[in-house]
């Protein structure tokens, strides 16, 4: 019997992440009751958002899948990357930027070596460990979040004490943590901020990685792997109050570096995509924004990163602040919704003037005098950039 709690304490979630779905309600049928209860989150899973793409890849892939995969590795880079399929179904990217990036990702986890995916801040490190893990596993729920207070029992199991207190230490006491669920069902666990976890805990990762079991002492038990299983983690490699990664735990891991944008480009097509999904999502009843608007944003986010002109004629001050891509998209939809609810629904320089000047000037001093100098010099002289040379002034 207290064997059979265990599952269901394991299962609890899972179910009350499905429950939704099996529970029919005024004769609607248990799919119509998904939509309906899908379509008013606020964020969509992976795998929920992207389901018809899974199934479609799915459907078609005739490749080899390793153990306990749902795509072969071909059909996960497909996923990631996008691309038409034979049947003229159309897949959306979900990574701009190197193939060959995506396909030493994919290829690590068919390995027993767990993927480490790093990066400066914005570089969609959690992005694409998230379809990385819908894609092979079709489950990106299985998340350790990791912070400075992440401890052990997080990342191997816990008790529930009612219970344990009640009956003494069993399987059905015991409170799976994410990471022991995927060694049980062969999927992918994440691991996010690696690096925030405090180095003593991470090492708690070290026998999992390389015995792929979990031992439990207390019960003179463990929990092995099942094939499939695999951790990706994420770790940024700017941020302060961060941890060293123990040595030990580096060999376990393939590392995978996630660049910034190569070109302006790229850039701009990253930010238009995921603004336009984001806007979509959201519904904001505003236009698209210009790809012009969309560029400007990304030109100044990449000169100040950089600290010289897009010509390399300028040498300019770098603010504080990081600057990446994430936060040119969060700009340009913070403009989309003035545009949407304040404005005429156009994305104009005035609606992006105040985001941009809050994603710049992080430090009230240092950073107000970069992004004075940087709107004389650069700004104001550009063709064609007066208004938001006036916009950006007036916003300051
Ligand atoms: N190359 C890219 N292709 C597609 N989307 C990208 C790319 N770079 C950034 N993004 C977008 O940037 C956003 C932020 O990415 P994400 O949160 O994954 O960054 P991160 O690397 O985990 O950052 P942090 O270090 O702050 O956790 C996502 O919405 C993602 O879509
Ligand atoms: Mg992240």
Redesign the pocket.
Known sequence: MSEEKGTAIGAESQASREGYASVPVDGKSAKDEEKEVRGSLLREHAEQEFASELEELGKLDKKQRPPNWRLSPQAVVTYLLGGKLESGFEVS?????DRRIIEIAVATLTTDRALL?I????????????HLAAAVSGDSTLLIQGTAGTSEESIRYGWNYARLLADGPSMAALVFSPLMRAMQDGKIARV??LTRIPADVQDSLITVLSEKTLPIPELNSEVQATKGFSVIA???D??KGVNELSSALKRRFNTVV?P??KTVE??VE??R??VET?GRALELPAEPPALEEVRRIVTIFRELRSGVTVDGKTKIKSPTA?L???EA?SVVNSGMAIAAHFGDGTLSAADVASGLIGAVIKDPVQDKVVWKEYLETVVKERDGWKDLYRACREGS
């Open positions: 990217p979900k990574y701009i930027g995916l990066g400066v801040p914005g570089t969609a490190k959690s992005w694409v460990s998230e996010e901020e994420t770790a940024n700017r941020d996630l910034l944008p790229e850039e990253i930010v995509q995921r984001l990081t990446s891509t994430a998209i």
